[in-house]
Nanobody, 125 residues
Framework: QVQLVESGGGPVQAGGSLRLSCAAS????????LAWFRQAPGKEREGVAT???????YYADSVTGRFTISRDNAKNTLYLQMNSLKPEDTGMYYC???????????????????WGQGTQVTVSS
């Protein structure tokens, strides 16, 4: 099982940037499918971005062009660079890991086995 610890969240004004980090232990990240999810109060957890073991990346339409997911294999750390932040980006952000997707969708939280505790992002207008 992978232990995941997120950091980097906080308050930011609309238009600003944040970089979230997810430090992993217990497994090599490059051997996993990794993703960032977020959850706003009263809403379901939604997939934001994913990076496959091959390095391919996919994004939710709402963040395409503004967010970038990346992985530093040497540091065993996952990142989410968030630019041009909007108030609707507010929520708790979680990193998730799963060895194999098979035919499951990366946007489904149930696809992922291991989760971090989350880091709060609050974007004010």
């Amino acid at each position: 099982q992978v232990q995941l610890v997120e950091s980097g969240g906080g308050p930011v004004q609309a238009g600003g940037s944040l970089r979230l980090s997810c430090a992993a232990s217990g497994y090599t990240l490059s051997n996993l499918v990794l993703a960032w999810f977020r959850q706003a109060p009263g809403k379901e957890r939604e997939g934001v971005a994913t990076i496959y073991r091959t390095g391919y990346t996919y994004y939710a339409d709402s963040v395409t062009g503004r967010f970038t997911i990346s992985r530093d294999n040497a540091k065993n750390t996952l990142y989410l660079q968030m630019n041009s932040l909007k108030p609707e980006d507010t929520g708790m952000y979680y990193c998730a890991a799963e060895p194999y997707l098979y035919s499951r969708s990366w946007t489904n939280p149930g696809t992922f086995r291991d989760w971090g505790q989350g880091t709060q992002v609050t974007v004010s207008s």
